[in-house]
């Protein structure tokens, strides 16, 4: 079995020693301590896997929200258990399937940031990214909400992969059309849950890598198959001008310049955007690099960062377990600097509305795997043989992995992001 703990040096605004009975009642040693409301709560433990195939499920039992939350199989180590949600600890109690947990452990309270207080700006390196990590946040505050999409993620593996079959012959005009739609799909999804359309822009932005932004940030930025391609292409359907509108220049420097002119002009009290150590994507990373670098000359910082996470470096399957279930913080190994004193927030999600995230999923072209004989046989015997929960609302494995009761973000003041230096 192998043995990893989570690496997060958390500072909780609240915290407590609490033990679990042997009928699985959990009990916080300084009950006084123990705050719930506007809170995100945590559970630190250590985890023991009892399969080597099986996932382990924790169940909440007496809580309202959905209950379960899954881990990995063949492991040991430190976890989180959200618990985000309940009234009281007398109400609930604990219970193992595949797994078991220790019975000296630690809750952590953690306040949540004032999302009400003023604007709040989503930076989605590509399109779905917004959609993947904050769908349920940004239609609970989608008049306050601003998304800007960095890149038009055009780029193609084949002709095969192109959304509609033998539409093009060339590998050029398929990568610009998918860039055209993607660049679509980023100014409409949003629309579904009602957030103005004067408040989505597409930056139009390719290959703009962590190199180019952090190295070489005055180089303009070629396409490798597009020749007559540039941000202006994609900018059509933006309300607020910037001024690479003119300039139309592909570089980081450019996208460092359009973050300041945005959060100039947005002023937002919290800005989402890609955590640049563990999300290990380039295009994401050099977007959150972007971010640091557009706030060191900005005269507007925002009072909350919000890290999301939407890829994981060797796994593919996290938010573990079936739809609808509960999740919290991802996987990571790595005791890190810029991690220090950062905080959690999990914004929970009705059933109503994780359906409806369901619909925003089916609206982007990137989302629609093609549904194989061999998945779909795998997928019956999953289901039907194996009975393993799982819905399958769609053929893409976002529709199972983040339709989840929660969207867990790590959270540092926006100073702090500004003044630190991880790269």
Not at 93 to 100: E, F, G, L, P, V
Not at 368 to 374: P, V, Y
Request: net charge neutral.
């Amino acid at each position: 079995m192998k043995k990893v703990d989570y690496e997060y040096p958390l500072k909780a605004t609240w915290e407590c020693s609490a033990n679990i009975s042997e009928n699985g009642f959990l009990k916080c040693d300084d009950q006084s301590s123990f705050i719930t409301e506007n809170h995100s709560i945590l559970l630190r433990f250590d985890y023991t896997s009892l399969s080597k195939k099986k996932p382990g499920i924790i169940s909440v039992n007496g809580c309202k929200i959905s209950n379960q939350q899954y881990f990995e199989a063949n492991q040991t180590g430190i976890r989180y258990l959200n618990i985000t949600g309940i009234k009281n600890l007398n109400d609930i109690s604990i219970t193992c399937k595949n797994c078991k947990i220790s019975f000296n452990n630690q809750l952590l309270g953690f306040k949540n940031p004032d999302l009400s207080s003023g604007p709040i700006l989503i930076i989605a390196p590509h399109a779905d990214d917004a959609d993947l990590s904050a769908y349920g946040l940004y239609s609970d505050y989608a008049p306050n909400i601003w998304i800007a999409t960095v890149n038009i993620g055009s780029n193609l593996q084949s002709l095969e992969r192109q959304y509609v079959q033998n539409l093009d012959v060339e590998i050029s005009s398929a990568e610009k059309r998918k860039g055209y739609i993607r660049s679509w799909n980023s100014m409409t999804t949003p629309l579904l849950a009602k957030v103005p359309m004067q408040q989505l822009l597409c930056l139009g932005y390719f290959n703009i890598s962590n190199s180019s932004i952090l190295n070489t940030p005055k180089d303009k930025v070629l396409h490798p198959s597009i020749s007559d391609i540039s941000p202006h292409d994609f900018r059509q359907w933006n309300h607020v001008k910037l001024s690479n509108d003119t300039n139309n220049i592909n570089s980081g420097a450019a996208l460092i310049q359009d973050f300041i002119e945005l959060i100039e002009h947005i002023k937002p009290t919290t800005i989402l955007v890609t955590h640049p150590e563990i999300d290990p994507h380039d295009e994401h990373i050099a977007s959150a690099n972007a971010l640091h670098l557009a706030l060191q000359k900005s005269t507007f910082i925002p009072e909350n960062i919000l890290f999301y996470v939407n890829h994981l470096r060797g796994i593919k399957l996290f938010p573990y377990g079936p739809e609808h279930s509960r999740t919290a913080l991802p996987p990571w190994f790595s005791n890190s600097a810029l991690l220090n004193d950062s905080s959690c927030y999990s914004h929970s999600l009705s059933h109503s509305k994780q359906q409806e995230k369901v619909l925003a999923f089916d609206t982007m072209h990137d989302l629609r795997s093609k549904d194989r004989l061999e998945k779909k046989l795998k997928r019956w015997i999953n289901q039907k043989i194996k009975k393993n929960g799982y819905q399958y609302y769609g053929n893409h494995s976002y529709f199972q992995t983040h339709i989840k009761a929660d969207e867990v973000f790590i959270s540092i003041n926006g100073n702090i992001f500004k003044d630190k230096k991880f790269y």
